[in-house]
């Protein structure tokens, strides 16, 4: 099992970012993917959470009407839209196969001015 995330960098607040999850080795599409982040000096924090179909999405409060989870079964990729960005989003976000319990290293997203 590999997740590979990308799409992370510097963007000053109340910009836009698109972080992909690229997902192999175990059938994508049986799945339900969630983002977590984790800021420096903070616990690891649920964001986004998408069923296997991408039918059914969960948000945390902080990040609702603002970030959108989506999932390509056919490309074995999920995304993470963040708009209206805030300094206090910046962290690690990571993907993670729910009930496998594997994870990705992650990608870095700071937003600054």
């Known amino acids: 099992v590999q997740l590979v995330e990308s799409g992370g960098g510097l963007v000053q607040p109340g910009g836009s970012l698109r972080l992909s999850c690229v997902a192999s080795?175990?059938?994508?599409?049986?799945?339900?993917m969630r983002w977590y982040r984790q800021a420096p000096g903070k616990e690891r924090e649920l964001v986004a959470r998408?069923?296997?179909?991408?039918?059914?999405?969960n948000y945390a409060d902080s990040v609702k009407g603002r970030f959108t989870v989506t999932r390509n079964n056919a490309k074995n990729t999920m995304y993470l839209q963040m708009n209206s960005l805030k300094p206090e989003d910046t962290a690690v976000y990571s993907c993670?196969?729910?009930?496998?319990?594997?994870w990705g290293k992650g990608t870095l997203v700071t937003i600054s001015s």
């Open positions: 998408i069923s296997n179909t991408g039918g059914t999405t």
């Open positions: 993670y196969v729910e009930l496998m319990g594997y």
């Open positions: 080795g175990f059938t994508f599409s049986a799945y339900t």
